[in-house]
């Protein structure tokens, strides 16, 4: 059985980071493409980032280039995403999710981030 | 970048046909993916490859995809589907994903 279990989300002030992890379980890790999709409290999902099965090719939204940063660790099946400089805007609930060709089979259940003072 | 519209709200009557629509330029030349999402919950693929069912997604949800817009139809609904549904799509040109704004799908 495939299983994402996210963490690391909480309260953060503006200006500050936080980084997140994503624990993969049920399937070869390192042969799948991983991504970050965050859904802003009662909007819809957007896309943040994305990493390569073997991590050398990483891909960011606009929204978050030269911020946030995506890595991962195949001998721990771990998906990490250092956020930095966060801004009011970064509020959400941040899923990861396992790519299959251009779509996303399986998500996690979601890491609360909330950027406030 | 590239967009990909939807109705906010589409309301259906217990065991009828409700079906969500997803706009874009030319996106019957691209394939279209749909995920339902329950409040509280995480995304669940329904529709993958325009109309192809992923296991376990019953066969009342079906999909289509022609010229500037692709169909979610989910038939003989009930109250277990009433949740948010979104498309997506792969933009080519800037090499990730796109997900359409979302329906709120409500069975009266």
């Known amino acids: 059985e495939v299983q994402l279990v996210e963490s690391g989300g909480g309260l953060v002030q503006p200006g500050g980071s936080l980084r997140l992890s994503c624990i993969a379980s049920g399937f070869t890790f390192s042969s799948y493409a991983m991504s970050w999709v965050r859904q802003a409290p009662g909007k819809g999902l957007e896309w943040v980032s994305a990493?390569?099965?073997?991590?050398?090719?990483?891909y960011y939204a606009d929204s978050v280039k030269g911020r946030f940063s995506i890595s991962r660790d195949n001998s721990k099946n771990a998906l990490y995403l250092q956020m930095n400089s966060l801004r009011a805007e970064d509020t959400a609930v941040y899923y990861c999710a396992k790519r299959v060709g251009i779509w996303f089979d399986y998500w996690g259940q979601g890491t609360l981030v909330t950027v406030s003072s | 970048s590239y967009v990909l519209t939807q109705p906010p709200s589409v309301s259906v009557a217990p065991g009828k046909t409700a079906t969500i629509s997803c706009g874009g330029n030319?996106?019957?030349?691209?394939?279209v993916n749909w995920y339902q999402q329950k409040p509280g919950q995480a995304p669940v693929l329904v529709i993958d490859y325009d109309s192809d069912r992923p296991s376990g997604i019953p066969e009342r949800f079906s999909g289509s995809n022609s010229g500037n817009t692709a169909t979610l139809t989910i038939g003989r609904v009930d109250a277990g589907d009433e949740a948010d549904y979104y498309c997506?799509?792969?933009?080519?040109?800037?090499?990730?994903?796109?997900f359409g704004g979302g329906t709120q799908l409500t069975v009266l």
């Open positions: 997506q799509v792969w933009d080519s040109s800037s090499n990730h994903p796109v």
């Open positions: 990493i390569a099965g073997d991590g050398f090719n990483t």
């Open positions: 030319d996106i019957g030349s691209k394939s």
